[in-house]
């Protein structure tokens, strides 16, 4: 009796896995020769639209003219301290 306890739930909890796993493979969809024609006609429009756009070889600096091309002065060198503080000289 336990036996058959035990199968019959098996059998309930094993019976919707076996049925998700009959729609894993797609229906294998054909095409007639007028829809390989209109296929055919769609791919080659859009590779010509993808010739017409132009080539972006220009950089792309959106802060260009905010900076100046003036170059950066070098900071006036240091002199070194001595142990009071003072500049030697």
Known sequence: ??????????TLMTGPA???MMNLLPEVKTMSPEEKEQDAIRQKAYRDSL??????????DPWGNVRSDAPKQAAPAKQPRT???????
């Open 1 to 10: 009796m336990r036996l058959f306890s035990v199968l019959a739930v098996l």
């Open 18 to 20: 076996a049925a998700q």
């Open 51 to 60: 010739r017409q756009i132009p080539d972006n070889k220009a950089t792309q």
């Open 83 to 89: 142990k009071t503080g003072s500049n030697a000289n």
